[in-house]
C-alpha cells in the first residue's frame, strides 16, 4: 500500500509570491490533515477534511491560505501572498476510519525570503 | 486550552541507558483525551509510536512504554535500555474523542551514542 505523498517536496520564495502544495492520500482514506511545523515545533493543524467537505479550518489564515479537495482524495494547500513567518514544513496526512491513525506524508519544507 | 508540554531537547543518552521522556498535557475542553507518542527518525516521515486512550491503561511499542496517568495529567515516554537507532525526535499529542483533532508537544530530539 503506498503512503501519503506530497509535492513540492521543497519551495523557496520571495515575499509576496503564491505557492500550491498538493497531496495524495492513501486510498481508501475518508480525512485528510493539514498541518503547519514550523522549526523546532510540533506539527500545528490548519485545516482537515472529511472526503470533500471542510470540518476544521478555524486555524486556517483565511486571507492568504485556502485548500480544498474536491473529489474526497487529493488536496491542494495554496498560499497567496506569502510571508516570512510562513517559513515551515508542510504535512499531510491521512486516517480511515475513527478506529484509525493518522498516517503522515514527507511533507513539504518551505522557506519564504 | 488545550496544550501538550514535554521534555525540551536535545536529550543524549548512552547506548543501553535507560530513557524517560516528560510529557504532560492540559484537556480542558476535551471530554475523553486520547493520548500519542509519535516518532520521526532521521529521513522519514512522522510516524505513529504508541497510543493510549483510556485511562490507566499502558502502550508499549518498540521496547517504549507510557502509561496515561489522568490524576497527574501525564504521558511520559519510557525505555529501559535504549539503542543507537533509538535516535530520533519524539512528539507526545493528544486528541480529542476518536482523535480527529490531534495537538502535539514541540518534539524532543533524542541522540544515543554508541
Known amino acids: 500500500e503506498a503512503g501519503v505523498t506530497q509535492s513540492p517536496r521543497y519551495a523557496v520564495l520571495q515575499e509576496g509570491q503564491a505557492v500550491s502544495f498538493w497531496c495524495d492520500p492513501i486510498?481508501?482514506?475518508?480525512?485528510l490533515y493539514w498541518y503547519q511545523q514550523p522549526r523546532d515545533q510540533g506539527p500545528q493543524l490548519l485545516v482537515y477534511f472529511r472526503d470533500e467537505a471542510v470540518i476544521d479550518n478555524s486555524q486556517l489564515p483565511s486571507d492568504r491560505f485556502s485548500a480544498v479537495r474536491p473529489k474526497g482524495t487529493n488536496s491542494t494547500l495554496k498560499i497567496q501572498s506569502a510571508k516570512q513567518g510562513d517559513t515551515a514544513t508542510y504535512l499531510c496526512?491521512?486516517?480511515?476510519?475513527?478506529?484509525?491513525?493518522?498516517?503522515f506524508g514527507p511533507g513539504t519544507r518551505l522557506l519564504v525570503l | 486550552g488545550d496544550s501538550v508540554t514535554q521534555t525540551e531537547g536535545p536529550v543524549t543518552v548512552s547506548e543501553s541507558e535507560s530513557l524517560i521522556i516528560n510529557c504532560t498535557y492540559s484537556?480542558?475542553?476535551?471530554?475523553?483525551?486520547?493520548l500519542f507518542w509519535y516518532v520521526r527518525y532521521p529521513g522519514e516521515g512522522l510516524q505513529l509510536l504508541l497510543k493510549v486512550i483510556t485511562a490507566g491503561q499502558k502502550g508499549s511499542s518498540r521496547g517504549f512504554e507510557a502509561t496515561y496517568n489522568k490524576e497527574t495529567t501525564s504521558f511520559h515516554l519510557q525505555k529501559a535500555s535504549v539503542q543507537e537507532s533509538d535516535s530520533a525526535v519524539y512528539y507526545c499529542?493528544?486528541?480529542?474523542?476518536?482523535?480527529?483533532?490531534?495537538?502535539f508537544g514541540k518534539g524532543t530530539h533524542l541522540h544515543v551514542l554508541p
Open positions: 496526512a491521512s486516517r480511515r476510519g475513527i478506529q484509525d491513525t493518522q498516517y
Open positions: 484537556a480542558t475542553s476535551i471530554a475523553y483525551p486520547n
Open positions: 499529542a493528544l486528541g480529542d474523542t476518536n482523535a480527529y483533532k490531534v495537538i
Open positions: 486510498s481508501g482514506h475518508d480525512t
